[in-house]
């Protein structure tokens, strides 16, 4: 258990489907991330929210769509997918919004394939 | 353009013996770097990490090397045990008020028995 929750696993979808993935963290976090690892290349920082509030995007494009409902919760939806987006989506959480310790804790991920 | 580069993807080491991952970066701005460890189907996870104000941080098996001028680290794993065997990845962040981690592309570590 790392304490910072991802679901599902592993998702399958056509080009056309809306999905969302959903990531929970009980560690008192302030700050949660997403992170996308596809195969060769290094993890990918898409969006960091501090406080809940949205404080980075790294030029993700409209098809992946953030939310973050309270600072325990964080969802990222999905539509119109294209196949190059099949990659490991991770959802990170970390205690401070700044300083020299970030010790990230991240979940273990969600598998996405798009079909 | 990475900031972060790991530039071996693999290394096999025998059980015992001395680990050593490398690592280095091209932003001056960056003050703190971590290493991450990370299974097959697990998230990765928090291992060690070096302020820049230093050039050493020891943990038990596990020591981080910060070579400021060379802006290269290392990470060293002595001795190594199977249970190392993982993908190890090398992270560096800049600044106080930034928490963002800038991620190289990780070492596949094969610790043989």
């Known amino acids: 258990e790392t304490g910072v929750t991802q679901t599902p696993r592993h998702l399958v979808m056509g080009m056309t489907n809306k999905k969302s993935l959903k990531c929970e963290q009980h560690?008192?976090?302030?700050?949660m991330y997403w992170y996308k690892q596809s195969a060769k290349k290094p993890l990918e920082l898409m969006f960091v929210?501090?406080?809940?509030?949205?404080?980075e995007n790294n030029s993700v494009p409209s098809r992946f769509s953030p939310e973050c409902p309270n600072s325990s919760h964080l969802f990222l939806h999905l539509h119109t997918l294209q196949p190059e987006d099949s990659a490991l989506y991770l959802c990170?959480?970390?205690?401070?919004?700044?300083?020299?310790?970030?010790?990230?804790?991240f979940g273990s991920g969600t598998r996405l394939t798009v079909v | 353009d990475q900031q972060v580069k790991q530039n071996s993807p693999s290394l096999s080491v025998q059980e015992g013996r001395i680990s050593i991952l490398n690592c280095d970066y091209t932003?001056?701005?960056?003050?703190?770097f971590l290493w991450y460890k990370k299974y097959p189907a697990e998230g990765p996870t928090f291992l060690i990490s070096?302020?820049?104000?230093?050039d050493k941080n020891e943990d038990g098996r596990f020591t981080v090397f910060l070579n400021k001028s060379a802006k290269h680290l290392s990470l060293h794993i002595v001795p190594s045990q199977p249970g190392d065997s993982a993908v190890y990845f090398c992270?560096?962040?800049?600044?106080?008020?930034?928490?963002?981690?800038?991620f190289g592309k990780g070492t596949k570590l094969s610790v043989i028995p």
């Open positions: 992270a560096a962040s800049a600044g106080a008020g930034s928490y963002q981690l800038t």
């Open positions: 990170a959480s970390s205690p401070l919004g700044g300083g020299s310790n970030y010790g990230y804790t």
């Open positions: 560690l008192g976090h302030n700050a």
């Open positions: 929210y501090n406080f809940k509030e949205q404080t």
């Open positions: 070096i302020s820049s104000i230093k």
């Open positions: 932003n001056s701005m960056f003050d703190y």
